[in-house]
């Protein structure tokens, strides 16, 4: 037999666990499936190795959807610093204090484990919500105002909204026929969760060098997240190394501001690539997060961008609910996409400059990162505004994302 809802979302990680969140006061039935559940958090376990920079944006969404507490009960770090700089120019560096604009901190970094672990515990709770997990899908079969998804089990779900909130190979897009553009960059980011010398750091940094930055993201305590971008073939080199020697290249390689390593926790990599879908919405389908859109992970924006997705379109279902109309329609899902897509696209673009402008030895362009870097060090308005960016206080926001 097959069950029937308002809203059917797949993918029930930190983007598709935020939509249903923020559609727990309303009168619309929701189901989300999540193809297995996080472990189960202990404060005596290492950090895991993923780990997302939340803005003050997402804080605020976290916050008021009642998660924010669950993510205070287990741990995160607040980053109140950014320092970026040139490899070869440390008097091209910049240094932005979330104190100069009043801020406690600029952002926290957290386990996505630990985010969706938050989100999950306050979903569960939810009345009108069924959170079916683990849920294996078989089947998607996208129909206007009436999707079927067929679970493994036999299960049926059909749904007058679909909502894919399920990655990058998102089976909602794919089902529904909608296109992505995209293309791989020439690099890879390895990441290494680290204990270091020092105690606890309230700074994220980022040296720029030819291969890629280097980047240090404080984790609570004398634990560290390492991002070390470079190209595929020398971080599958770097992968393989024994234990001591891949030490080595990291104390060789990472400025000396990052102290001693005492050890290696955990390594792992990922490839980049940027792609985006050639739209968001259909009639009685959205997407949202990864499967909508993949940047470059240069200013950790991913996750915070996927957050702005859930909230703004919770918002737009709960106007179109409240006012009778028709969640499924394409005019209220147009509206959804019409917020977001421009914003994604700056993102996107924002971080393809970067990516072009600093990964390369070229003379005139290094000269010219150099002055951005120096002017930006000097002008208090635009260091204003890139703290605003990086909290992601800028733009067209969602009730959700500004400060209760």
Excluded at 119 to 126: D, Y
Excluded at 133 to 153: F, K, N, T, W
Excluded at 339 to 365: C, E, G, K, W
């Amino acid at each position: 037999m097959d069950q029937r809802y308002d809203v059917v979302i797949v993918g029930g990680g930190m983007v598709g666990a935020t939509i249903a969140c923020a559609l727990a006061d309303s009168e619309l039935s929701v189901a989300v499936l999540e193809r297995e559940r996080p472990a189960a958090f202990s404060p005596e376990q290492p950090h895991d190795l993923r780990v997302s920079a939340l803005s003050l944006a997402s804080e605020n969404i976290l916050r008021q959807l009642g998660a924010w507490s669950g993510i205070e009960a287990r741990r995160l770090c607040p980053y109140r610093r950014m320092r970026v700089w040139e490899a070869d120019d440390r008097r091209a560096a910049t240094e932005f204090d979330a104190a100069r604009i009043d801020r406690p901190c600029l952002g926290h970094i957290v386990e996505n484990r630990v985010i969706q672990l938050a989100l999950l515990e306050r979903l569960e709770r939810l009345p009108n919500l069924d959170f079916i997990c683990p849920a294996r899908i078989s089947h998607i079969d996208y129909s206007p105002g009436a999707s079927l998804v067929q679970l493994e089990d036999g299960r049926e779900l059909i749904g007058r909204l679909l909502i894919g909130a399920d990655g990058g190979h998102s089976r909602v897009r794919e089902a529904a026929g909608i296109g992505v553009h995209k293309w791989d960059y020439d690099q890879c980011a390895l990441v290494v969760s680290v204990q270091t010398a020092y105690e606890q750091q309230d700074i994220t940094w980022q040296q720029f060098t030819p291969t890629g930055p280097l980047a240090f993201l404080p984790l609570s305590g004398r634990n560290a997240s390492l991002v070390w971008y470079n190209t595929p073939n020398e971080v599958r080199r770097l992968m393989e190394l024994p234990e001591h020697r891949f030490l080595a290249e990291l104390e060789a390689t990472f400025p000396p501001r990052l102290g001693v390593i005492e050890r290696i926790l955990e390594r792992g990599f990922f490839p980049l690539r940027r792609q985006h879908a050639q739209q968001y919405v259909a009639e009685g389908v959205a997407l949202a997060g990864d499967a909508a859109h993949m940047i470059h992970p240069l200013a950790g924006q991913g996750v915070n961008i996927g957050l702005l997705d859930a909230a703004v379109l919770a918002e737009e279902l709960l106007a179109a609910q409240a006012a009778g109309s028709a969640i499924d329609s394409l005019q209220l899902l147009r509206r959804y996409e019409s917020r977001r897509r421009r914003h994604n696209l700056i993102m996107m673009q924002t971080m393809d400059a970067f990516y072009r402008v600093f990964s390369n030895d070229r003379i005139p362009l290094k000269l010219l990162r150099n002055i951005g870097l120096g002017v930006a060090g000097r002008l208090p308005f635009a260091k204003s505004r890139v703290m605003q960016f990086a909290m992601g206080l800028e733009g067209d926001l969602p009730a959700l994302a500004r400060s209760a």
